[in-house]
Each structure stands twice: as C-alpha cells, then as structure tokens.
C-alpha cells in the first residue's frame, strides 16, 4: 500500500521497493519506477501502485471426465506480473489519493483471468480420460497439462501475466463416487492381503511337509543302513561261526589223525608198554588220588599178571 501525505495544493506518495508507482496526467501513463515517490497535485492526476513480488493465490477449478463424472481440482499458483504499464492499463490498479488503497480489487481480478484459463486447461485435460484413469494418475496428468497449457498461455501475456507455477494438491470426484471407489480399492487390497495371507500359509505348509519329508527320508535311510549293517554283522557272525566250526573240524581231524597213528604204534608193543604209554593220559582224566592202600592180593594179582606177560 503507498504512502500519501498531504498538503495544502499538493500531496507526497512514496510506495515500497516491491511495488511500482504510476502516474496519470493528460491520458498519459509514466511509470516512475519501484519504490518511487513524488509530488502531485490531486487534481487531474491518477496513481497506480502494481506489485512486483510474486503473488500466490488458490484455485479450485471442475472438470468433466469422458464418462461425464465431475472432478474437482484445487492447486496452489504463483503469479508475476511482468509488465506493470501493461498490467495497469488492463486492470485497475488505482489509488486513492486519500488512503493510498487500491479503488477496487484489481488482485481478484487477475486472479480471475487465471483461472479462467486454468478452467479451461483442466477442462481439456480430464476431459479425454475416464474417472478411473483421472483418479489413479490425475496429479501426473493434469499437472502436465497445467504446465503445458500455461507456458503456450498467449491471453495472459498479452496483458502482462505470468503464472510461474501451478501445483495440483488435491483431486477429487463425487463424494459417492469416492466412496465407491474407496470400497473397490479397499476390497482389492484386502483380496490382496488374503492373497498374501494363504501363499505365506501355503509356503508353510509346503516347508513343513518338506521338512517331515526330509526327516522320513533320513529316518528311512537310517533305517536302510541299520539293515545292512546287522546284515553285514550277521555275515560276519556266520564267518566267524563257520570258520570256528571249520577249525574244530580241522582239529578234530588232526587229533583223529594223532590218535589213529598213535593206536598204531601200540598195536606192535606188549601190553605193559601200552600201560605205560597211556598212564601219563589216564592219570590226567582220572580222580586224584590221595592215598592208595596195596592187599597183598592185589600185589599177588599184579605179579602174576606181569609174570604172565613177560612168559608170553
């Protein structure tokens, strides 16, 4: 807002270094440059302040889809105006010589013309996409229309204009529209998570029936290797029987052999040799004998007997 004092005949205006001050005197308009000040007379002179900073301004704006469903846009702007001789001869920037206020509201309507181009970008730009598609990638889409249509906007240059950025912040349908669509994405991703659910279910039982597998098949070859191992032990046993059995054979054949051999020695020797060659063997096999008592019957009997062998 500028800065006016007055004084008798003339008065002083002085406006901030982010605004522009011009002046009108015999339908001509002389810009005196940001942050200018100086003196008028308040008869036959018209002032004009256009800011020089960047304007922000919100906007919501409605679009049709190719289904005929209504989408609403709300965006954020950043405007500059470019040209402030250009902007004040289409829009009334106009102070009051009295307050240094604007006269009307020349920010609403630039504002207005804006938007009245944006509506028309967004118009186009949802209009050749369903609901659905709008919805699911509108951010993307319209935010590239908006960026497309502004930078080629020939209306708003021609007055001074420039929209430096257009920002989507929210895009929405009908509220019962949304719901719907809130309920089938909704549902989908619980389809989703049950989905998720019965494969996560699924793989466990699947590793659980690897698993019990895995432990049959062990069990199962261990079992194989104990059979062959009681099978190799049995071999073994039956080795070991047969060898033992084999080398009693052997042996008894070996004493058989002995004995034959030694029958047939002592078939040619006298009965007193064979006595004495079998006592040694006799005496092993028989009871001991602590204490022997010698009849005279007996010591007759024996002398006879040997009397009787050596005669014949």
Do not use: C
Request: glycine letters at 6%; hydrophobic letters at 45%.
């Amino acid at each position: 807002m500028a800065t006016i004092r007055r004084y008798p005949f003339l008065s002083h205006v002085t406006v901030d270094t982010n605004s522009e001050l011009l002046i009108a005197r015999g339908g001509r308009i002389r810009s005196l440059g940001a942050g200018a000040a100086t003196w008028f007379s308040p008869l036959g002179t018209a002032l004009a302040e256009v800011p020089l900073e960047d304007l922000s301004f919100g906007s919501i704006v409605r679009g049709l889809t190719s289904d005929r469903q209504e989408i609403t846009v709300q965006m954020a702007l950043v405007v500059r105006l470019l040209d402030a001789d250009l902007v004040a001869r289409r829009f009334d920037f106009a102070i009051d010589h009295a307050t240094g206020s604007w006269t009307g509201s020349p920010l609403q309507a630039v504002q207005t013309r804006i938007v009245e181009r944006i509506q028309q970008i967004v118009a186009e730009t949802v209009g050749r996409a369903t609901l659905e598609t709008v919805l699911a990638t509108g951010f993307e889409q319209v935010g590239t229309g908006l960026a497309a249509g502004l930078e080629n906007a020939a209306d708003l240059a021609a007055v001074g204009i420039a929209v430096l950025e257009a920002r989507v912040l929210s895009l929405r349908a009908d509220e019962d529209l949304e719901r719907a669509f809130q309920t089938v994405t909704r549902e989908a991703a619980q389809a989703e998570a049950d989905r998720a659910t019965y494969e996560r279910r699924a793989q466990a039982v699947e590793r659980e029936r690897a698993i019990k597998e895995n432990e049959l098949n062990n069990r199962t070859e261990l079992a194989r290797r104990q059979a062959e191992l009681v099978e190799l032990e049995g071999a073994n046993e039956r080795r070991r029987t047969e060898q033992t059995v084999e080398r009693n054979r052997l042996l008894a054949e070996s004493e058989r052999e002995a004995l034959a051999a030694r029958l047939e020695t002592l078939g040619s020797a006298d009965r007193v040799a064979i006595i004495a060659a079998l006592l040694p063997e006799l005496a092993g096999v028989l009871p001991r004998i602590d204490a022997l008592t010698v009849t005279p019957d007996m010591l007759g009997s024996a002398i006879r007997n040997l009397v009787d062998g050596a005669r014949a």
